[in-house]
């Protein structure tokens, strides 16, 4: 809030430095009788009055001053002076400053959107093959056919995945380009937009040997290559026209990320399992960024339970219960 007072001593200005320590409520008052003409004071609510700032070295008069009060504090204002008009006209400069403010934010959040939506126009090379469109920032090697019928293979294992159905992935060979898709997902591998777009995006990749680039700088294992990423993502996708927004949005963390890792690559499971009774730091997602828990609870249900896939997806079980009987298995 912002006070302009009219009239007082040179020595206003000491008051006001006293009164900037002063937690009572008399502060604001003591300043107003004090501060010489022109001058700005800012004072912010909190518990009581409390002055935050005061600038007391201005010694030009400040083109027009209002009368006494506003904001905030016109309950006290004196009667029968301009005061109201000043109020009237702070409140309204606020109000357009908010208006604006809000607009601006609605544009950019609307923008983001559609960039989300159609980011095409930020990558300039194409290649369509086994269902995919993949985008990228720079020209796409004959290789990246191989590595995208990897990851066909992966989703033809899936009784989720709609085959008919094309998937656009957006190969982000910046860091900063990722970082902006991707936002606060900026160190993971890639991301899925389920809610915006349906796009799939990756971080940097060597798309010549199927191979994407960690946010340490260094290429993934092996058994994780660029064909599991676009797996994966993509049966976020999936996923997510399964069960619709807020289906989706209900969905575990450990179903969700299990059942992609489950279609997306094959790993252990007789290990798995032995990693997950001993607490191996490789079965603790928070610790070792993999899902190789969520993969072995997701296994376990189809292929020891006989739970469906679609099943899994739209009445997840408790993940506790899952654990525990996991917990108790003599072996795979
Ligand atoms: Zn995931």
Redesign the pocket.
Known sequence: MTLWVEDGPDSGSLVGMQANHNRSGDAKDNLLEHLPKGECVEFKRKKKWKITRASLTSTAPLPPPPRTYEGDVTDRAPAGGSGGADVRHVTLVRRRSLRWLLACVLVIGVGYALLLAHPQPLFSYELQHAGMVVHATQPIPDEMRATLDRARARLNTSTIADPERVHHVFMCQSRWLFALLARNHYQAG?I?NVYIGQNVFLRESDMQHDRLIGASARPTPPDRPLSYFIA??I??VEHGRLLGAVGYSRLPKWA??GH??YVARDIDLSRALKGLQSGAPDLDPARSGL?VRYHLMVAYLIEKKHVEPRDLLEHPRERDAIERELAALQAW
Request: glycine share 10%.
């Open positions: 890639g899925a994966h993502e049966m976020h969700d990320d992609a890792d899902y």
